[in-house]
């Protein structure tokens, strides 16, 4: 009986206290507003409302979580590190299935390390992703893949890439194929990470490709920010134009002895023909976050997955212009190196869909050392048909 009045005496206390509240007008109110409300707010809820796409997470449809599934058909030697697939490109639908590029590695250790790369030999690899190919799959279902075999083999010394191939991407542009890919002339770990994009073309994807044997992103000029490398190439179709999107490591120096620490960012590049000449944009870097690059059309603009590096890491961004990107939302366990299945990436869409799925890779480390990297399929809800009121309870 006790316990039952100090109860009531309580309900009734708090009752009072938010009624109270509710007769204050500036109280910011329960129900949060869809539209900044005209009160003075504190820093964090101002933003709230006026750096995202929405005030409630649910309603912002760049925000999302990542769910990831296994895939049938790869063999990985069990794992041992002789084998190793990663950066997987966009994946296109063209004759009736989905298909997919990556880099392959296939050696007989597994990789010794930057740190031993004076030890690099042919046969040696220093990182996962030297001494590799390009390579293709083909899947009706996005799950289960069949490898069809190597698709940009290393071409002989000197020419570019003679020392691995890898992260590629693909693009179609008037009935043609391009793959674009980081083309390595020395060992990762002797600064062959350094390196600039090649591409080669073919009229199937199928194949047979074509090396172009010329750089045609080549880095910038000494003392730019992309002076050291150009990685990880992702083209898109725009405004009748290809926009190539890359990534830079720079810093990649040694100071007194001292190893500077990497800084990554992405940058653009523009052109009208798929073997050159690219415009750099005057903005870059354009995007001051992130590691791999994954790009898709979403409405008047182009969205980023900025992953791993930077302030901004773990965030999806979106630029309107497709060149000055804000933060959208802030997510976690993003797919690392994903390609999506872009179903407009080349459509020159002036309202883009956004993207359900894809693959990405996951990495097995021995120690500090990548052993090897395994692909595998990401699913989202990045996608305008998820938030079309008819779709609202797809869930993922
Ligand atoms: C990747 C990419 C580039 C780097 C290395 C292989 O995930 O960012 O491709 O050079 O790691």
Redesign the pocket.
């Known amino acids: 009986m006790k316990t039952l009045v100090k109860y009531s005496l309580v309900l009734t206390a708090s009752l009072t206290c938010n009624i109270a509240t509710a007769a204050n007008t500036q109280d910011f109110p329960f129900d949060l507003p869809d539209t900044k409300p005209d009160m003075p707010l504190s820093a964090s809820t101002a933003r709230n409302y006026d750096a995202y796409l929405a005030p409630r997470q649910e309603d912002n449809e760049l925000y999302t979580q990542f769910k990831y599934t296994k895939l049938k058909g790869f063999d990985y030697n069990d794992g041992d590190g002789t084998i190793s697939r ?2 997987p490109s966009k994946i296109i639908f063209e004759n009736g299935q989905y298909y997919v590029w990556y ?1 392959k590695r296939h050696t007989k250790t597994p990789p010794i390390g930057g740190g031993n790369a004076h030890l690099a030999t042919d046969e040696l690899a220093t ?3 030297d001494l590799s190919d390009i390579w293709y799959a083909t899947s009706k279902d996005g799950f289960t893949w069949q490898e069809q075999g190597v698709a940009v083999p290393r071409p002989p010394k000197p020419n570019v890439g003679w020392r691995s191939v ?2 590629t991407d693909i693009l179609k542009w008037q009935g043609k194929y391009y793959l674009y890919y ?1 083309g ?1 002339m020395e060992a ?1 770990g002797k600064r062959g ?1 350094d ?1 600039p994009v090649a591409v080669s073309y073919a009229d199937s994807p199928d194949g047979p490709w074509t090396p172009h044997n010329e750089i045609v992103i080549p880095n910038g000029k000494p003392g730019a920010w992309d002076q050291y ?1 150009i ?2 190439p992702y083209p898109l179709v725009h405004k009748g134009k290809i926009y190539i999107y890359y ?1 830079s ?1 720079f810093g990649n120096t040694t100071k007194g002895g001292k190893k500077k620490q990497l800084v ?1 960012m992405h940058g653009l590049a523009i052109g009208d023909n798929p073997l050159g000449p690219f415009k750099k944009h005057p903005l870059n870097p354009i995007l001051a976050a992130g ?3 994954t790009l898709f059309p979403f409405k008047e603009g182009v969205a980023a997955l900025a992953i791993r590096d930077g302030n901004e890491r773990n965030t999806i961004q979106y630029a309107k212009d497709w060149v000055n990107f804000e933060i959208a939302s802030h997510v976690e366990m993003m797919p ?2 994903a390609g999506p299945y872009v179903p407009d990436a080349f459509t020159d869409t002036k309202y883009g869909r956004g993207i359900t799925w894809g693959l990405s ?1 996951f990495t097995a480390v021995n120690g500090w050392e990548i052993n090897y990297s395994e692909l595998a399929r990401f699913d989202v809800d990045l996608s305008l048909d998820v938030h079309d009121p008819a779709m609202k309870k797809h869930s993922i």
Request: aromatic share 8%; net charge negative.
């Open positions: 990663r950066d880099t990182a996962d992703w890898t992260t980081q390595f990762s990470d390196c490398s990685h990880d990534k490591d990554r590691h791999e690059t690392v190196a890779h």
